[in-house]
């Protein structure tokens, strides 16, 4: 897994009053747990960049209070607005305990079935692993060159060493379906939406919670 250092400082106040004062500076207030104890911090909102605007799972490196502690980030909490940064959660890694992390789906190769007309459907871009962080790959890595209309790759077919998969194993991951299929989907969601078929996808809201 790919990793990051980034500089953080101690929070000698916590709760809504102390989050927002730090948000008014462009400050993140953060809570590390999984360890002994839980460790509040925060970071200045750019420094956090290159972990929540990508697709790739980061092993994370802080120093705080002179106490160095590797991480990954748990959850994360959006302005319903100005979709700004509000609070990131993050799981300590402790060697030798296993961690559960979503990792980016990666899909290459050229799907025969593509080639012969099918449309390429992929229902998550996300899987959920379990492992030690030193056996947890970048990301998941599936070779669609086989694939013909009416076949699919499910969670249960990905297989890497020392690494469980715990998504539901018959959940399709990506598939190939036949012209008309794809259409009558469109037409499906574009109806549950509200929207027309041709239309653009909506952003993704994200849930909030209470803050630490």
Do not use: W
């Amino acid at each position: 897994m790919k990793s990051i250092e980034i500089k953080v400082f101690p929070r000698t106040i916590t709760g809504k009053k102390g989050s927002k004062s730090l948000r008014k500076d462009n400050q993140v207030p953060c809570v590390l747990y999984g360890g002994k104890e839980n460790i509040h911090f925060y970071a200045e909102d750019k420094a956090f960049k290159n972990i929540v605007y990508t697709n790739h799972a980061f092993l994370v490196k802080f120093d705080v209070d002179s106490k160095k502690v590797n991480a990954v980030m748990k959850e994360i909490q959006f302005h319903p607005v100005t979709d700004s940064i509000l609070h990131i959660d993050f799981l300590e890694v402790i060697p030798g305990k296993d961690i559960v992390v979503d990792l980016p789906v990666e899909i290459t190769g050229s799907s025969a079935g593509v080639r012969a007309g099918g449309k390429l459907r992929q229902r998550k871009r996300y899987i959920r692993v379990k492992g030690q962080i030193n056996n947890i790959p970048d990301s998941i890595v599936i070779d669609i060159s086989d694939l013909e209309i009416g076949q699919s790759v499910f969670a249960g077919d990905i297989k890497y060493d020392n690494v469980q998969v715990v998504d539901p194993l018959r959940a399709m991951v990506v598939g190939v379906i036949s012209a008309r299929a794809a259409a009558k989907a469109a037409e499906e969601e574009a109806g549950a939406a509200g929207k027309p078929a041709a239309g653009t996808e909506g952003a993704k809201a994200e849930g909030e919670k209470s803050e630490g």
